[in-house]
């Protein structure tokens, strides 16, 4: 099994600060450093044959970020909003809710529970009419602003079909901004509703199509978070096809249990 790419940051007694960077084909990954989330620059490449790949920083004089970009990766998506249709609501820390429709019927509710936010947040959800970029049919999509928004706590994103779909048909694919970096996801869904849990707030959608499908038709993960979601994604989609076929299948394999305590550990 491969290892996913790891980044960490260790003080030691008596020196600075170092990243370190663990896992599989690491020369894939670059190391980047944003001071506020929004910008980023790259730091270094990481040489070949290097695992554990440790590089001193510093950390002390502003707020600082890091995370691993892939080389190379991401084929943007060309995403028409139907800003008609956008839904604004402010939500402070103790939680909330925003809802949407978007033409064809389709439903959108975004819950946030206590504790979500630092800080009360003006938070607007406007439908997808359309994607392009990649050959993926919209079954239905939402943009959640402000785009990059992170959270203490997991929010819910519910949407349910003006019509029924067929569960094991449909998968999640996830943007940043206004249509970088698409990525598969992991959803919970059935006839009636198809379920996001979100840690951060960019576009999501719901497109047909199973897990081979996609891994040819979107381009790597930038990331090594998005890495471990499409690999979240393909094994619960496998379990979820099993389910669909044998009504007495008893879901997850201990395999799968193990693969999946792996790529969250």
């Known amino acids: 099994m491969t290892a996913m790419p790891m980044l960490q940051i260790r003080t030691q007694h008596g020196g600075p600060p170092e990243l370190r960077v663990t896992g599989d084909d690491l020369t894939l990954f670059n190391i980047e450093w944003s001071s506020d989330l929004a910008s980023w620059e790259e730091v270094t490449a ?3 044959d290097t695992s554990p790949f440790v590089l001193p920083v510093d950390i002390e004089n502003t707020p600082v970020f890091f995370r691993l970009a892939r ?3 991401g084929t943007d998506l060309s995403v028409t909003l139907d800003a008609g249709s956008a839904v604004t609501n402010r939500i402070d820390r103790d939680g909330g809710t925003v809802e949407a429709t978007d033409a064809a019927g389709n439903h959108f509710r975004l819950e946030l529970p206590p504790g979500a936010l630092l800080s009360p947040e003006a938070m607007t959800l406007t439908p997808v009419a359309s994607i392009e970029g990649a050959s993926l049919e919209l079954l239905a999509g939402i943009d959640v602003q402000p785009d990059g928004l992170r959270l203490l706590k997991p929010a819910n994103l519910v949407v349910t079909p003006a019509a029924a779909w067929d569960p094991v048909g449909i998968s999640g694919v996830s943007y940043e901004g206004a249509g970088a970096n698409p990525h598969r996801v992991p959803v919970s869904r059935s006839e009636d509703v198809i379920q996001f849990d979100l840690m951060r707030f960019s576009g999501y959608c ?3 199509g199973a897990a081979a499908a996609l891994q040819s038709t ?3 993960p930038r990331f090594a978070r998005e890495q471990a979601y499409r690999e979240l994604a393909a094994t ?3 379990a979820a ?8 299948d008893e879901g997850f394999t201990g395999d799968e249990i193990a693969a999946m305590e792996v790529i969250l550990d």
């Open 46 to 48: 990481i040489p070949a």
């Open 71 to 73: 080389v190379g990766a």
């Open 206 to 208: 719901a497109v047909e």
């Open 218 to 220: 979107l381009p790597p």
């Open 236 to 238: 619960i989609e496998i």
């Open 241 to 248: 096809a099993r389910s669909a076929a044998d009504p007495d």
